[in-house]
């Protein structure tokens, strides 16, 4: 790093651009130090502006350096548009921030945003910029000497008219009158978009805020050239624009409801966050131009920048701000299916244990045409790819015969529970919510034990035919060595299993994304009316199809995503060496029935059957666990749940187990 009276000897007026920039970059690491004391930046940054006062010659050759830069170097964009995509849609912002990302940036640039983030590249900034005083920025301004004043007819803030005495404004107060005009543009072009308007409400569209707000913006910068800052006519301009910014905003806010009701769209959330975060810029730019202490707010300003600018390199934050509605949307769709999942009576735990018989029954039909794909011997991706088509038709038929699979559940359920820990402020609520727990693991053990008891003896009968009917079982011994092998608890198992949770969380992702765009579309209102499927249907049947697929839709869409994620991930991970493999407890139990019914009496003797055996029981609380928690979260975040009190929730669990253990697996 230079020293002070290095950095001071360097300033060439005259220098090539680059050299210019990379003068200015230098002096601020030089006051940055080592990033870890704001004070001490301040501090550098007086004792620069004491050696620039002292230095002979310099402050004249810094004063021709500062214009030199604000002649090439326009800050309007940096005011106006930094911070926001050069195009209002996600993917061409992602695009900008992985360029942002992964792209060296050069100072030989004239690009106001670009040197900024050059200048600027660490949060730290933000913090000394902060500390900046009136004292310390004057001396600043004195140093710089900027052009003392610009006509009140420049071009770049028009004439204002010919009656009355024009007040003149310094080249800052031009740059954000220009900056505030801009972002006015900007805020109308988007309100204008069809996107937005046909969702905006009746009343927002009748009061047409986005219509006058270019011209309030004129009204007010005339009151200001011609009044000065301290008229009452300024005050009243003022008042009436920022009225109509209001507006604006309130107009903008009422497309959520029609997303809330309709679907969620991640490019018009994005759009709206754009539109929102204008409206707070123009705000800025306001307080920053009328301000009693301009050079303050102006730093203020330069600060939420400097933040703006480690957040325009992040793709983590670009994502989670625009899919959190999404993710409320798929979580809410959840919880109100995960309802229908949770018993919390004798005769639903009983009905329960039906449907997941049924499942159990249907996974054992899926076991043999599983077996079947494997004897067919073919390349590992169209083995699996046959695999999926037969996982996806059986989980799609179980869902078709309202029976349960038992994995579904969790992931399903999640938000439900999510969403009855918004208000846990009184014991009674505590008390409902634990109530919820043990409906919740009751029904989770219904199912499973519905699916495993099942499936188990199902595979043995069908085993058992195979083998009096055809001379052979389900599969050969070496295919049950092998079975026994890959299920032992001895091996990676387990963690196959947990990583089977998480594919079973994205498939009830993937589901709820589906219904949300099915949603968004209309899809349903087109089967039901369009005419070209009313007159291949027919109206009642239209409709009827409609509404089967509007209930459905997230079903058939998660249970065929599950599907072929179980059959296509083992190969399509093992041409790239991960070799990732899936367990899953139903479809695991029955291939364990199988091998047992291929190897015979003698299996029981062998203790690579009971490694198994323990296994299966570990795998569908690893199934059932992963997906819950990772659904959990999801829903916690989508529903704005924090501040919750573990410690107290835990207690009252823990109470309720020592109390009453048996209502964890059956009803009262």
């Known amino acids: ?72 170097v326009d800050a309007t ?86 009656t009355g005495a024009s007040t003149l404004l310094q080249d800052w107060q031009v740059t954000l009158l220009e900056s505030l005009t801009y972002c006015t543009s900007q805020v109308c072009a988007t309100g204008f978009s069809p996107e937005l308007r046909l969702r905006m409400s009746s009343q927002s569209l009748l009061a047409r805020p986005f219509h006058g707000l270019q011209a309030d913006l004129e009204a007010l910068r005339a009151a200001l050239l011609l009044h000065g800052p301290d008229s009452g006519a300024l005050h ?40 929102r975060e204008r409206i707070l810029r123009i705000r800025e730019l306001l307080d920053c131009l009328l301000s009693d202490k301009p050079a303050t707010s102006a730093m203020q300003l330069l600060a939420r920048l400097v933040l703006l600018a480690e957040e325009r390199r992040s ?36 009905d329960m244990l039906g449907k997941a018989a049924g499942g159990g029954a249907l996974t054992a039909v899926t076991t043999l045409l599983k077996f079947m794909v494997v004897g067919l011997a073919l390349s590992a991706f169209w083995s699996g790819f046959l695999a999926s088509i037969v996982y996806a038709a059986s989980f799609v038929l179980i869902q078709l015969l309202h029976f349960t699979l038992a994995t579904k559940q ?3 359920t999640a938000p439900a529970m999510a969403a009855k820990l918004k208000d846990l402020r009184t014991g009674e609520a505590v008390s409902e919510f634990v109530d919820e727990v043990t409906h919740l693991v009751r029904s989770q053990v219904a199912a499973v034990l519905g699916n495993v008891l099942v499936v188990v003896p199902v595979v043995l009968l069908i085993s058992l035919a195979m083998q009096y009917g055809l001379g052979r079982p389900m599969i050969d011994a070496k295919e049950a060595g092998h079975v026994l092998h890959t299920l032992s608890l001895l091996g990676p198992t387990l963690l196959w299993a947990a990583f089977t949770g998480v594919v079973l969380f994205a498939a009830s992702i993937i589901g709820g994304w589906v219904e949300n765009w099915f949603v968004l579309y209309r899809l349903a209102s087109a089967m039901r009316y369009n005419p070209r499927i009313t007159r291949a249907l027919g109206v009642a049947r239209a409709r009827r199809w409609a509404h089967f697929m509007r209930d459905n839709i997230s079903g058939f869409t998660s249970n065929i995503a599950l599907g072929f994620m179980l059959g296509l991930i083992p190969p399509m991970t093992g041409f790239f060496g991960l070799e990732l ?88």
């Open 77 to 162: 964009p940096l005011f106006s548009d930094f911070g926001f995509a050069p195009r209002a849609a996600f993917l061409s912002e992602l695009g900008e921030r992985l360029r942002y990302k992964l792209l060296p940036g050069t100072p030989e640039t004239t690009h106001a945003t670009e040197l900024f983030m050059l200048l600027f590249p660490v949060p730290f900034d933000a913090q000394w910029l902060k500390l900046l005083d009136e004292d310390t920025l004057g001396r600043l301004g004195a140093l710089l000497d900027p052009p003392i004043a610009t006509p009140a007819g420049d071009e770049a803030v028009g004439e204002p008219p010919a």
């Open 315 to 350: 793709i983590r934050a670009l994502v989670a701000s625009n899919s959190t509605l999404l993710a409320a949307k798929v979580a809410e769709r959840g919880a109100e299916t995960g309802e229908h999942y949770i018993t919390r009576d004798r005769a639903a735990y009983t």
């Open 410 to 412: 969790p992931a399903m």
């Open 581 to 668: 493999e899936v367990r899953h407890v139903t479809l695991s139990s029955g291939q364990l029935a199988a091998a047992a019914a291929a190897l015979g009496w003698d299996a029981l003797r062998q203790p690579a059957l009971w490694w198994c055996v323990a296994s299966i029981p570990l795998i569908g609380a690893l199934n059932l666990g992963v997906s819950f928690y990772f659904a959990f979260r999801l829903a916690l975040r989508a529903h704005s749940v924090s501040g919750v009190d573990r410690g107290r929730i835990r207690s009252a669990i823990w109470a309720r187990w020592r109390s009453k253990p048996a209502s964890f697996f059956l009803p009262d």
């Open 236 to 275: 009243l301009a003022l008042d009436q624009f920022k009225s109509r910014l209001e507006a604006c905003r309130s107009a903008a806010s009422s497309v959520y409801v029609h997303l809330d009701e309709h679907g969620i769209s991640v490019g018009l959330v994005f759009r709206l966050r754009q539109l």
């Open 1 to 72: 790093m230079r020293t002070l009276s290095e950095l001071l000897d360097q300033l060439e007026p005259r220098a090539e651009l680059a050299v210019r920039h990379l003068w200015l970059s230098d002096l601020l690491d030089w006051i940055r130090g080592d990033a870890g004391n704001a004070q001490a930046a301040l501090s550098r940054v007086q004792l620069f502006l004491d050696a620039a006062h002292a230095r002979p010659g310099f402050p004249e050759r810094l004063r021709q350096w500062w214009l030199t830069l604000v002649e090439t």
